[in-house]
């Protein structure tokens, strides 16, 4: 490309404006368009279309020049192309990675869409987006797909494969989408033993906007997470590894010190963005990103985005999974923040669905951990039970519903269970499905004794298993149906997809029946 001294200095000498340049000379050094395409975000009316160019995915700035970039745009109502409904140009910033977020208004309700970016002579292949039905409309029946945990080193996106092959009004990803450790380079299970190494993370422990840039480059390019990309709008929330594991709030647990945790990130926020279909509402400021948000489908669903990362207290005690330390009990602690909870609790009270879900990222079940006969109760302290007050704020707004689901990720297998008010001694107040991930855990990890002695040790479990996957829901006006889907492996190509359980809740009766 032209240097941008040579752009300025034809730009003042009148022959022709620089980004117009950038538009028509065409020269880059490989396809721009190397990390795909998305939408997100859906409404009754639009949503968001994304890209980003990137002609070099490892280089900090994508291989692009440091100057602003127009791209075309174009929306169609037939897979055909033959019917443009709206077309426009976007710029591409230096500032946002050369990311292009497009929010698209005036669509009609509850119907698929068709768009593509072109750049001069270079085109994206052809996405598949949808509009939601209008808030109040009635509505017989929904499906969407639950996924996230996509460990890059673990294992192969297979399962993303079969998704893109499922017919889904949207795909809600939990959390985890990239993991930000350096090259694991030797893998092994926890108990010490060696696992299957997939493939390498390219460059170091993400600290910086490079870092971060360059491994959402190298986790975008894959194939399979483009094609899940392609076919549906995606409504996305982080978790942990999108920064740092287990951070919280204005800490991790690799830097105790605010201010310097605070650089790392805001790195970390604004290459989330740049590479999420998010709405301008959610472009970070410093070291914070609104993220929590609402979507009211019909009259048949709401659909609560929760963040629980970014308000949470410090992790309790070592953070890990451990006893309960006196901590855990400080009615203080807080999961969600003042603001988020009255958020919450606002919209459940306003009503106008049959069904709520409450789609968040670690475990709510305040589930007994301990794998061996004997020993004492262990929790997962980075999920809801290091935080026994604020989960019981939950119960105590999901009591006497009967029309709540909670959804959540995190965990790397599949959990189907009761949530119960009283530290899990109490009334079920809700249904509670954890979805296993993508890749994160290799082909998997937990012996079937293990299994066995964790539902022994929790009444509430209805069901666990330890497969890699995603999950499809299937919401009618009484009844909500989660199906488990499974891939035989991820550590080599080829893996077979299958329906590994299917629950099924009744509005009204906060219970799992499996089958």
Known sequence: MLSRRQLLTIAGAGLVAAPAILRAQQLFTAFPFRLGIASGDPSHDGFVIWTRLCPDPFDEHGGMPTGPVDVDWILYDDEGMKRIVQKGTATAWPELGHSIHVELAGLQPDRPYWYRFVLGREKTQLGRSRTLPAPGASLERLRFGVAG???????????????????????????????????????????????????????????????????????????????????????????????????????????????????????????????MPLRRSSMPRGPALQLYRRARIGDLLTTHFLDTRQYRSALPCRGGFEPACPDVADAKRAMLGTAQETWLAQGLRQGGTRW?????????????????????????????????????????????????????????????????????????????????????????????????HLREKNSSLRYLSDKRGYALCEVTRDQWKTQFRGVDRVTTPGGAVSTLARATVERGRPAIIMA
């Open 356 to 452: 709520n879900l409450i789609a968040q990222q670690v475990m709510m079940m305040p589930l007994d951990r301990q794998t061996e006969a004997g020993g004492g109760e262990i929790r997962n302290l980075d999920s809801w039970a290091g935080y026994d007050a604020a989960r019981e704020r939950m119960c105590a707004s999901f009591a006497g519903r009967g029309d709540v689901i909670v959804m959540t990720g995190d965990e790397h297998q599949n959990f189907a269970g009761e949530l119960r008010a009283r530290g899990g001694r109490g009334d079920a107040v809700a249904a509670e499905f954890v979805i296993s991930s993508i890749s994160s855990g290799g082909d998997g990890w937990v012996r079937p004794e293990v299994a066995a």
């Open 149 to 275: 945990c996509q460990n890059y080193e673990d294992g192969l996106y297979t399962a993303y494969a079969h998704l893109a092959h499922e017919d889904v009004a949207f795909i809600w990803h939990y959390g985890d989408y990239i993991y930000e450790d350096r090259p694991r380079q030797v893998n092994y299970e926890r108990d010490g033993r060696p696992r299957v190494h997939v493939r390498d993370h390219v460059g170091t422990d993400c600290t910086t906007i490079g870092d971060y840039r360059r491994r959402y480059a190298q986790y975008k390019m894959d194939p399979d997470l483009q094609a899940a990309h392609r076919v549906a709008p995606w409504f996305t929330t982080f978790d942990d590894h999108e920064v740092a594991d287990n951070w919280s709030a204005t800490v991790s647990p690799y830097q105790r010190d605010p201010a310097l945790f605070a650089i790392r990130l805001t790195a970390a926020l604004q290459a989330y963005y740049e590479h």
